[in-house]
C-alpha cells in the first residue's frame, strides 16, 4: 500500500537561508511519481515540483530542489534562499500507477515559518 | 484559461440532511480526483475518476459518501445523513493522463455540519 511520511509538523528558517523538508514514502510500484506542493494560508495548492523514478537527477524549478534518495525511500525539498512569502504549509504527495490508473496520496504537510 | 471549479464555496447545513458538492475540471483533463481536508490537516484522499474507468473508491470513509461522473467533466459528490465529523474543505483536483502529470486544485467546497 502507498504510504507518505512527513516527520516535520512544523518548521522555523530564517530569511535567506536555506531549508530542507523531509519526505519519505512506501511503494511496492517500481514505477512512481513525487510530487511537492505549497498551499499558502488563502488555501489554494500550487505545484512546486515533480520527481519520476527512474529519473536520474534530481529534480530543480528555481529555487526549489528535490533530494531524491531512492534507495532511502525519501524525497525531501529544499528550498534556497528563504523568502517571506515561502510561510506555507508543504505537502509530499505520490502516484504509483497501474491498471487502475494513477491514485495520488498526500502526506500530512509540514508548516514552514520564515523570520525576517 | 479556465481552472477547476467547485461550487459551492460555502456550505452550512444542519446534521442529517444531505449535501451535493460540485467539481467542474481543466477541459480534457482526464483524470479527477476528490479530497477532504480539515482544519489544519494534510489532503485524505477520497476517490479517483481515471476516462473511463471504474472509479478508485478505497477512500471514501463510509457508505454516506458516493460520488459519480458525468460524461467524463464534471463530478458530483454526495454526503448522505452528513455528521458533525464531516466538516472539512474539500477540494476537488484535476490532471491529465500520465505519472508526471501534476494536480490543479479547485478553491474548495468549505462544509460545516451544524
Known amino acids: 500500500a502507498q504510504k507518505i511520511t512527513q516527520t516535520q509538523p512544523g518548521m522555523f528558517v530564517q530569511e535567506k537561508e536555506a531549508v530542507t523538508l523531509d519526505c519519505t514514502y512506501d511503494t511496492s510500484d517500481p514505477s512512481y511519481g513525487l510530487f511537492w506542493y505549497k498551499q499558502p494560508s488563502s488555501g489554494e495548492m500550487i505545484f512546486l515540483i515533480y520527481q519520476g523514478s527512474y529519473d536520474q537527477q534530481n529534480a530543480t524549478e528555481g529555487r526549489y530542489s528535490l533530494n531524491f534518495q531512492k534507495a532511502r525511500k525519501s524525497a525531501n525539498l529544499v528550498i534556497s534562499a528563504s523568502q517571506l512569502g515561502d510561510s506555507a504549509m508543504y505537502f509530499c504527495?505520490?502516484?504509483?500507477?497501474?491498471?487502475?490508473?494513477?491514485?495520488?496520496?498526500f502526506g500530512a504537510g509540514t508548516r514552514l515559518f520564515v523570520k525576517a | 484559461g479556465a481552472g477547476v471549479s467547485q461550487s459551492p464555496s460555502n456550505k452550512v447545513t444542519e446534521k442529517g440532511k444531505d449535501v451535493e458538492l460540485r467539481c467542474d475540471p481543466i477541459s480534457g483533463h482526464t483524470a479527477l480526483y476528490w479530497y477532504r481536508q480539515s482544519l489544519g490537516q494534510g489532503l485524505e484522499f477520497l476517490i479517483y475518476?481515471?476516462?473511463?474507468?471504474?472509479?478508485?473508491k478505497s477512500g471514501l470513509p463510509s457508505d454516506r459518501f458516493s460520488a459519480e461522473r458525468t460524461g467524463g467533466s464534471v463530478s458530483t459528490l454526495t454526503i448522505q445523513r452528513t455528521q458533525q465529523e464531516d466538516s472539512a474543505v474539500y477540494l476537488c483536483?484535476?490532471?491529465?493522463?500520465?505519472?508526471?502529470?501534476?494536480?490543479?486544485f479547485g478553491d474548495g467546497t468549505r462544509l460545516s455540519i451544524l
Open positions: 483536483a484535476s490532471s491529465s493522463t500520465g505519472r508526471d502529470q501534476p494536480q490543479h
Open positions: 504527495a505520490m502516484r504509483e500507477g497501474g491498471a487502475g490508473g494513477f491514485k495520488t496520496i
Open positions: 475518476f481515471q476516462g473511463n474507468s471504474a472509479p478508485d
